[in-house]
């Protein structure tokens, strides 16, 4: 399947692959969006992601299948199957964004972990990033998984290997591959993941090293914002207090049972419920909490994760087992947005249905044209009668998408250029446009007179920019819009947030990155314009 796809445009910057050195060859003649254009012309880059048809090279796993948990799929789906029915969870108004899980055998934190597992029971997510403690190396920074897929008796999970690119530019990141064969935290969920979400999902597995500052994992928190989202579920894999002889932690010796939650777990609870990464330190620090993941907690904290937090189930180990001279506290914790409304909003159309039908037949007239040779615009263009409607003069961007096939969720992107300000009338651009879209886009080939036949046409014409006095005005889903500091500028259409689900912090936090700078530089110190779309279909 492929996934939405991200209108992403930018000026100013060396984003749009092959833009900038297509416009200075072109004079500024060509719609373009790199550096040394003017700021009435940008450039449409979409970022598509497609499957790939041969089997992973590397796959990595399982490694506790067998010994924390069944190694033989039907037994191990069994249990799921009871842990998932058993934990009866109650209803929430939203999605999950994050969870917090804990990662001991089955038999002993599985009850727990399902309680959060069971809410997600047909949820369907892109991206799966998994924050793991180290138990099996020590180091400082991040590790990631050198493997194309993670095994587990119920199948292959593909990792997300171009968000893992991302990641391993990032200054902490270290290869420590000894880190992932004596590692149980990561896979301990991943079987949960794949009984309850629809398939298709990516993992993104990450190795937190021990010896990490605080300020490495505000780097790290900073560096994994990006990828969340509508579409993305992080999961910390963490258990909670280790008590007692087998971890020579005797913070007390009586009423061990009521201590464990009211002194250590309530507060920690509280503290990450609030979002209070300092909170949490501070615990931390005054009890010496034998949280195993404090520093994926403390990475999520500073990712700032959207939504409530929600306590799902707390239990023991000493409780299950009936001694509590060795227990372990096992947290069941979800961060839970607002559905909220994510649908694009129309804007209001200056153009009639007749008129639309008109551009879309320009658009296709032109492409012919251009692959097939003869006079189809020509011709085209001496029949129509030019309206008012046709002569505006609008920015515009032509979108070329190859035709579903059957299982496709999304349409396949094929081409897509437009202009952010106008450059003519509407007829005139589009015809251009299109031409662009099917033959100068750098990230692809040139289209062949072949593919006539199996692409789809979609225009978007845009309203003019409208400056507004701070990402306060900002409204999902029916402003595109424009963010420029520190000389630095990018642009998304409106179409973008409602395609992945994104709120308004995680789609300014998107287009900072996009446009080189820190994750929160929308937050102050910045300029913003507004537009709308009008888009529309060949086959509306």
Not at 93 to 110: E, M
Not at 293 to 311: C, H, Q, S, T, V
Not at 441 to 468: G, Q, W, Y
């Amino acid at each position: 399947m492929l996934h939405p796809r991200a209108r992403v445009l930018a000026l100013g910057l060396l984003l749009i692959t092959g833009c900038a050195s297509r416009a200075t060859e072109a004079g500024g003649g060509s719609p373009s969006g790199g550096m040394g254009t003017s700021e009435a012309s940008v450039a449409e880059t979409e970022d598509d992601e497609t499957t790939a048809a041969a089997a992973p090279a590397k796959v990595f796993g399982p490694v506790k299948a067998g010994s924390w948990y069944p190694g033989e799929r039907a037994e191990l789906e069994r249990l799921l199957d009871g842990m998932l029915a058993a934990a009866k969870p109650q209803a929430i108004d939203g999605q999950v964004r994050a969870l917090i899980s804990p990662h001991a055998g089955y038999a002993w934190s599985g009850p727990t972990a399902a309680h959060g597992y069971a809410l997600l029971k047909g949820a369907r997510y892109q991206r799966v990033v998994v924050l793991s403690p180290s138990h099996a190396a020590g180091f400082d920074g991040f590790s990631l998984l050198d493997a194309d897929a993670y095994r587990t008796p119920l199948g292959d999970i593909p990792i997300d290997t171009e968000a893992a690119a991302q990641l391993r530019s990032q200054p902490d990141h270290r290869d420590v591959a000894r880190a992932w064969p004596g590692e149980h935290a990561v896979e301990m969920q991943l079987p949960f993941l794949q009984r309850v979400l629809q398939p298709g999902f990516k993992l993104l597995p990450v190795i937190i090293g021990g010896a990490s500052s605080d300020a490495q994992l505000r780097r790290l928190g900073a560096a994994l914002k990006p990828l969340t989202g509508a579409q993305t579920l992080v999961v910390v894999s963490s258990d909670f207090t280790h008590y007692g002889e087998n971890f020579g932690y005797f913070p007390f010796r009586d009423q061990v049972a009521q201590r464990l939650e009211r002194e250590l777990a309530r507060p920690a609870i509280a503290a990450i419920t609030r979002l209070d990464a300092a909170a949490f330190r501070a615990h931390l620090k005054k009890t010496g909490d034998t949280i195993c993941g404090r520093d994926p907690i403390k990475a999520l904290l500073y990712m700032e994760p959207e939504g409530e937090a929600e306590l799902l189930a707390l239990a023991t180990s000493g409780e299950k087992g009936g001694d509590y001279s060795s227990s372990v506290t096992y947290v069941s914790l979800a961060f839970v947005a607002p559905a909220g409304e994510t649908a694009p909003r129309a804007a209001p159309s200056e153009l009639s249905a007749q008129e639309k039908r008109a551009l879309i037949k320009i658009a296709r007239a032109s492409l012919s044209q251009k692959l097939r040779g003869g006079d189809d615009l020509d011709q085209l263009l001496a029949k129509m009668e030019l309206t008012p409607g046709l002569k505006l003069e609008r920015g515009a961007f032509v979108t070329i998408n190859k035709k579903k096939r059957p299982g496709d969720e999304h349409a396949e992107l094929r081409g897509c250029i437009g202009y952010l300000a106008p450059r003519g009338p509407l007829h005139q651009q589009i015809a251009e446009l299109a031409i662009s879209a099917g033959m100068h886009d750098t990230r692809f080939m040139p289209m062949k007179a072949a593919e006539l036949d199996n692409v789809d046409l979609e225009i978007s014409i845009l309203s003019p920019m409208k400056p507004v006095a701070g990402y306060q005005e900002i409204e999902i889903g029916l402003h595109g819009m424009t963010l420029e500091k520190n000389g630095r500028r990018a642009v998304f259409l409106p179409q973008v947030a409602p395609e992945f689900g994104w709120d308004r912090a995680t789609t300014l936090t998107r287009l900072s990155v996009k446009a080189g700078l820190p994750p929160d530089a929308w937050k102050q110190g910045t300029r913003f314009e507004v537009f709308t779309a009008d888009v529309f279909h060949e086959h509306e």
